[in-house]
Each structure stands twice: as C-alpha cells, then as structure tokens.
C-alpha cells in the first residue's frame, strides 16, 4: 500500500515513518474496506477537514477500517462508529489502538441503534444503501449538523439527492484526474461525495435554518421537526376557516 497525502492527513501503513508535519493516520491492509486510496474516502477525508469543528460528536456508518472516525477523531472530534459487519467493526478496534485513538462507542449494526443525534454524520456506502437509510441518516443528524454522503455512482446521483431532499445540499465533490494532490487516488464514476446541511426548505424557495429557542413549538409530524409556533400562523389559520364557513352559509341561504 502506498502512502497517500490527502490534505493535512498523511495516511500510511505501520511500516512507513510519521510525516512529523502532517496528521499520521495508520492503516495497514486488511479486509476492511478503507485505506484512503479509494476516492470515496479521498473525498470524505479531504471534507471531514473542511466541516469538522473541535469537540463536535461524529457518526461514521458503514465505518469499514475506521479510517474516518480516526481522521474526525484527529481532528478533535468524539466519535461513535457503526458498520453491519464484525469483521469491519473488529478491525476498526485494531487501527484505532494502532493509531492510539479512543472512540466513545463502535457496534455492529447500522444507524437504527444509535442512542442521539450527531452533529456530523458520515456514510461513505454505496448509492443504494444510502437511498434505503435515507430516512433513518436525516434523524440521526442535529438540527444545524452536517451529513456528508459518499459511495455516489454517477447515475445515482439525482436519486440520492431526491432521498435528501429535505435538506441543503452544501458542496458536492468528486474528485478529477487533474487534483492538485499528486497520489495513487483514481477518479470513476463512483467518487461522488455531497455534504448536506438539516434545514427546512419552504415552499417557495426560501431556505430556514432551524432553531429550537423555547418551549412554544409545534411538531411537524413527517419531519419530526419542532418549530417555532407563530401567532401570525394561528390568525390566519382562524380567519381562512371563518371565510370558509362564510362561504358555506352563503350557499346554504342562495
């Protein structure tokens, strides 16, 4: 396995020297699906450097080596990591004691058993996967938090960003033969990463962050969102339904 440099991350095997002037991730080879040179965990490792902020709490689904949860870990993050199999959830144990990291909780299972929401959460898995978890991926992000998704045939892309429709799609990357990084990293139709914000998007267009400040909300229940409740909403809620029942009474005297 060649080293690989993915911007301030130096990923390489035990039997390769630290860089001193870049984060050391180890990953020898194994079974489990991660070392970087894949250009779906290039682009997640190169985004996780972008969004994650010092103390946030990161999901890593579907976490294969482990690699992202030590990269977010790195980069002073707490994380939790999941993956359907032992294999991968074992190996990621290994490579987070050779990299002498700590994670807060790993288990075998997918994203339904998780126990709060996450500020960023990861899912670098294949397209149909990510359509099927859709649901499941959305609840598990806070309101505010960041979902970056990879694994994104080309083909598949309008799907996936129909299954997340409900929230902001902030940046997509996908990487392309001329990267500026001069590394093993191949570019396919499969390397399409987004990264999406949890937002509510209006009617017309318009794009509402959501803020939870007190204790007069009203839930929205296909969302499972609470939001501030208006007294405008309310006004004009009660006068719609009294020119309904005008209208009504005017039939009824005609």
């Given at each position: 396995?060649?080293?690989?440099?993915?911007?301030?991350?130096?990923?390489?095997?035990?039997?390769?020297?630290?860089?001193?002037?870049?984060?050391?991730?180890?990953?020898?080879?194994?079974?489990?699906?991660?070392?970087?040179?894949?250009?779906?965990?290039?682009?997640?490792?190169?985004?996780?450097?972008?969004y994650i902020q010092k103390g946030d709490t990161v999901l890593d689904v579907g976490c294969g080596s482990g690699i992202l949860s030590i990269a977010a870990k790195k980069l002073g993050a707490r994380v939790d990591l999941c993956d359907t199999d032992e294999q991968a959830t074992s190996s990621a144990?290994?490579?987070?004691?050779?990299?002498?990291?700590?994670?807060?909780?790993?288990?075998?299972?997918?994203v339904q058993k998780r126990e709060q929401e996450y500020p960023v959460v990861i899912a670098n898995i294949i397209?149909?996967?990510?359509?099927?978890l859709s649901s499941d991926l959305q609840k598990a992000v806070k309101n505010g938090g960041m979902l970056i998704?990879?694994?994104?045939?080309?083909k598949y892309v309008d799907k996936v960003e129909e299954k997340f429709a409900a929230m902001t799609l902030v940046e997509k990357y996908k990487k392309e033969e001329n990267d500026k990084y001069s590394?093993?990293?191949?570019?396919?139709?499969?390397?399409?990463?987004?990264?999406?914000?949890q937002r509510i998007e209006a009617a017309r267009g318009d794009v509402i962050?959501?803020?939870i400040t007190n204790e007069n909300t009203q839930l929205i229940p296909e969302t499972g969102v609470r939001l501030e409740t208006s007294r405008h909403v309310w006004l004009l809620f009660a006068i719609s339904i009294i020119?309904?029942?005008f209208f009504r009474r005017r039939r009824k005297i005609r």
């Open positions: 396995v060649q080293p690989l440099h993915v911007g301030s991350f130096f990923v390489h095997p035990s039997w390769i020297e630290d860089d001193k002037e870049k984060i050391n991730i180890i990953i020898d080879p194994a079974l489990a699906f991660g070392s970087g040179h894949h250009e779906t965990t290039y682009g997640c490792l190169l985004l996780l450097q972008k144990v290994d490579n987070f004691a050779l990299n002498h990291e700590t994670f807060n909780r790993i288990w075998t299972g997918s397209a149909d996967v990510l359509i099927m998704l990879s694994g994104i045939l080309d590394n093993p990293v191949q570019a396919t139709s499969n390397g399409n990463t987004a990264v999406m914000k962050e959501l803020k020119m309904i029942l």
